[in-house]
Nanobody
Framework: QAQLVESGGGLVQAGGSLRLSCAASGRASNNNYMGWFRQVPGKEREFVAAINWSSTNTYYADSVKGRFTISRDNAKNALYLQMNSLKPEDTAVYYC?????????????????WGQGTQVTVSS
């Protein structure tokens, strides 16, 4: 059974930091590419960051470059998102996702596995 489980969300003041984690199991683990997306009510789910298996390539949305860092630990089947200098506009449900192939890495429909999401709320 494929499973991705996010944790680490919460309420933080603007300027603060949070670290999200994603635990992968079953067929959701050992995927070449893993990523983070986020969604606010009434809007499309948007790409945040992605990383390849060897961590040699990382990809970021312009809105989070320089503030967020994606990383993974393959031995632990884990994905992380360190979020610094948080802004109220970062408030969203954050989802972990996984896929085998690199094509369309910025697009949610190319990902095969998804977690249930974790809420991040940034107060002003």
């Amino acid at each position: 059974q494929a499973q991705l489980v996010e944790s680490g969300g919460g309420l933080v003041q603007a300027g603060g930091s949070l670290r999200l984690s994603c635990a992968a199991s079953g067929r959701a683990s050992n995927n070449n590419y893993m990523g983070w997306f986020r969604q606010v009510p009434g809007k499309e789910r948007e790409f945040v960051a992605a990383i390849n298996w060897s961590s040699t390539n990382t990809y970021y949305a312009d809105s989070v470059k320089g503030r967020f860092t994606i990383s993974r630990d393959n031995a632990k089947n884990a994905l992380y998102l360190q979020m610094n200098s948080l802004k109220p506009e970062d408030t969203a449900v954050y989802y972990c996702a996984a896929k085998q192939y690199s094509g369309g890495i910025y697009y949610q429909h190319t990902y095969d596995y998804w977690g249930q999401g974790t809420q991040v709320t940034v107060s002003s």
